[in-house]
């Protein structure tokens, strides 16, 4: 999640987590704006994380939670 603490060494200078901080959402999935830039540049180098945003997106969408 975006306010957590570090997760990976790139954390603090990640674009993506960053973005995610400054919206103030818990995940890239709970944002208006997924998918972004900062993600479909991410998603060429970790492929599978777009298939567990895509389900965090769904299941958000569908709860609202």
Avoid: I, Q, W
């Avoid at 103030?24 to 998918?35: E, G, I, N, Q, W």
């Avoid at 599978?48 to 969408?61: C, F, G, H, I, K």
């Amino acid at each position: 999640l975006a306010d957590t603490d570090r997760v990976c060494s790139n954390c603090p200078v990640c674009p993506v987590r960053l973005c995610a901080k400054e919206r103030s959402v818990a995940s890239c999935a709970h944002c208006d704006d997924y998918v972004c830039e900062h993600l479909e540049r991410h998603f060429t180098f970790a492929p599978e994380m777009r298939e567990v945003l895509d389900a965090m997106r769904e299941a958000y969408l569908r709860t609202g939670a």
